[in-house]
């Protein structure tokens, strides 16, 4: 884990020693997502002038109905608008909508949670290209690429700065009075397009449902009142605080879609310390730590890091910024 400081001072750590950065009534935040069996594999149907057979895989990506979703289709030329496919065994589905970038709006013959069922049945963990271009998605996959605050299925992704805690790291935590919040992020495919414009204005930044409720909106509101810290695990976790805080810094429930794009110049609100992995270049999560913690003391933790040989991507090693 490599600490970053205010100052831009680093310390090289283990994520065993994040305890030692907490203090009794510091508010740990963490992101109860969790990720869905969201890659779907079938055949497009016979339409008129056309045979059947084509095989497409569908990358579910967001929730629209309880019968509909959007995703990422492979070759999405071979899908038109009307077409019907058939996904694993038992799953049908219309094509109603297409949209740019291979994406598809699907309309299932299922729905709610018989629709769920069938999707944990059917569909594959979508592991991130790195790892399933080197090997096949097995069953452990369904496990480890869940973190161990996972809840609320809906994710295409984990929220990978939970993927650091274990039961006895909590412990620890819960020994030293740290208190623990939870919201909610299902995070969409589109967080980890690149950003390919030279304006970031220029960005079009995907809609994520996010959801912070009311309690715990007012534990928050506790925490902030008797001035003790808050420390967001992951991106996700502090995209979801920032999009329910208000400009003094207190906490109002949310429950909706949030389209935040923290770029340098972004003022925080809702958090002093974030827990998150290391990002790729051009990424709007390496634009939203930049705007955390300042772009010249990024690029500089980030030189060490690769230097020291930290990993970076979904299983890579710890971030801690303090502000």
């Known amino acids: 884990m490599l600490v970053v400081r205010s100052d831009g001072t680093l310390e090289h750590k283990r994520i065993f020693d994040l305890p030692d950065y907490l203090r009794a009534g510091d508010m740990l935040v963490v992101n109860d997502t969790k990720v869905i069996p969201a890659r779907l594999r079938g055949q497009r149907l016979a339409r008129q002038g056309l045979s059947g057979g084509a095989k497409i895989e569908a990358m579910l990506h967001k929730r629209l109905a309880p019968d509909r979703f959007l995703a990422f289709a492979r070759p999405a030329k071979k899908l038109a608008v009307g077409d019907?496919?058939?996904?694993?065994?038992?799953?049908?589905?219309?094509?109603?909508g297409r949209n740019d970038g291979g994406e598809i709006e699907l309309c299932f013959a299922l729905g709610g949670a018989e629709l769920d069922e069938a999707i944990a049945r059917e569909g594959e963990t979508p592991l991130p290209p790195y790892i399933?271009?080197?090997?096949?998605?097995?069953?452990?996959?369904?496990?480890?690429?869940?973190t161990v605050f996972a809840e609320r299925p809906g994710s295409?992704?984990?929220?990978?700065?939970?993927?650091?805690?274990t039961p006895e790291l909590l412990a620890t935590l819960t020994s030293k009075s740290v208190q623990r919040e939870t919201v909610t992020l299902h995070v969409g495919a589109g967080t980890f397009l690149?950003?390919?414009?030279?304006?970031?204005d220029l960005h079009m930044m995907h809609t994520e449902w996010a959801m912070l409720s009311g309690d715990a909106a007012e534990r928050?509101?506790?925490?902030?009142?008797?001035?003790?810290?808050?420390?967001?695990?992951?991106t996700t976790s502090l995209r979801t605080l920032e999009t329910?805080?208000?400009?003094?810094?207190?906490?109002?429930?949310?429950?909706?879609?949030t389209a935040l794009f923290a770029t340098p110049g972004y003022r925080f609100k809702s958090a002093e310390m974030l827990l998150t992995n290391?990002?790729?270049?051009?990424?709007?999560?390496?634009?939203?730590?930049?705007?955390?913690a300042g772009i010249e003391t990024m690029k500089f933790a980030y030189a060490e890091a690769i230097r020291e040989r930290y990993r970076f991507y979904s299983y890579g090693d710890a971030c801690l910024l303090l502000r």
Do not use: W
């Open 156 to 165: 295409v992704a984990a929220p990978t700065a939970g993927l650091h805690f």
């Open 84 to 96: 019907t496919v058939s996904l694993g065994n038992s799953i049908a589905a219309e094509v109603v």
């Open 244 to 257: 329910a805080a208000n400009e003094d810094g207190s906490f109002h429930a949310f429950c909706g879609e």
């Open 132 to 146: 399933a271009g080197k090997r096949k998605t097995d069953e452990r996959d369904s496990t480890d690429y869940q």
């Open 278 to 292: 290391f990002h790729l270049p051009r990424s709007t999560l390496f634009m939203l730590v930049c705007a955390f």
């Open 194 to 200: 690149p950003v390919t414009a030279d304006d970031t």
């Open 220 to 234: 928050l509101n506790g925490a902030r009142y008797r001035r003790h810290r808050i420390m967001a695990t992951g």
